[in-house]
């Protein structure tokens, strides 16, 4: 079993910055792709990013690329979302997860349900 906790978020102005961390416990947290996905107030959760074991590649929404930097220490078992340049629009309920079964393409990694262990996730509030 893989625990998942999510922590960092929380209120920033419009225009700032914010880095959310996120340790995964239980498990090999090196052989695992770390995902981060949001959830806004009536809306679905979406996928923000991803790193993949074993080199590290990473993916981005697009509404985030340029934005938002995904990094791991799998030293600490634990992944990072650095925020930069927010807008309210990434006002959400950030969620990290853990995909233990390994993919050949990095799309297989924007949905969701490739993903076995989670955390509660951690709210990020962007005030205008």
């Known amino acids: 079993q893989v625990h998942v906790v999510e922590s960092g978020g929380g209120l920033v102005q419009a225009g700032g910055s914010l880095k959310l961390s996120c340790t995964a416990s239980?498990?090999?947290?090196?052989?695992?792709?770390m995902g981060w996905f949001r959830q806004a107030p009536g809306k679905e959760r979406e996928f923000v990013a991803v790193i993949r074991p074993h080199g590290g590649a990473t993916n981005y929404a697009d509404s985030v690329k340029g934005r938002f930097t995904i990094s791991r220490d799998n030293a600490q078992n634990t992944v990072f979302l650095q925020m930069s340049s927010l807008g309210p629009g990434d006002t959400a309920v950030y969620y990290c997860?853990?995909?233990?079964?390994?993919?050949?393409?990095?799309?297989?990694?924007?949905?969701?349900?490739?993903?076995?262990?989670w955390g509660q996730g951690t709210q990020v509030t962007v005030s205008s």
């Open positions: 239980g498990g090999t947290f090196r052989n695992y792709a």
């Open positions: 997860a853990a995909a233990t079964r390994r993919y050949a393409g990095s799309w297989y990694y924007y949905d969701e349900f490739r993903y076995e262990y």
